[in-house]
Nanobody, 113 residues
Framework: QVQLVESGGGLVQPGGSLRLSCAAS??????LGWYRQAPGKQRELVAT???????NYEDSVKGRFTISRDNAKNTVYLQMNSLKPEDTAVYYC?????????WGQGTQVTVSS
């Protein structure tokens, strides 16, 4: 049974920082990542990282967000700096493993003054 436990969302002012964490268990995961969904919009890729450390970012977060991974802990992190109001969304952890694709429950990130 795959479990993805997310933490770290919250309310932050524009220009601030947040760090999201997602602890994954129950499979061997090749790719871990983060997606987000704003109200009225489709879910979109934010960033992914493979077990070998290859990273991929959505253009609007490049230079502001950093994805990292601790393979020993099966945990993926998303450090978000210089946050903007348009980053407001529910952020979902995503994991791809031998058993297929799994999603976390989502954590709200709100950027507002």
């Amino acid at each position: 049974q795959v479990q993805l436990v997310e933490s770290g969302g919250g309310l932050v002012q524009p220009g601030g920082s947040l760090r999201l964490s997602c602890a994954a268990s129950g499979d061997i995961f090749s790719t871990l990542g983060w997606y987000r969904q704003a109200p009225g919009k489709q879910r979109e890729l934010v960033a992914t990282i493979t077990s070998g450390g290859t990273k991929n970012y959505e253009d609007s977060v490049k230079g502001r967000f950093t994805i990292s991974r601790d393979n020993a802990k099966n945990t993926v992190y998303l450090q978000m700096n210089s946050l903007k109001p348009e980053d407001t969304a529910v952020y979902y952890c995503n994991a791809r493993g031998w058993g297929g694709e799994s999603w976390g429950q989502g954590t709200q990130v709100t950027v507002s003054s």
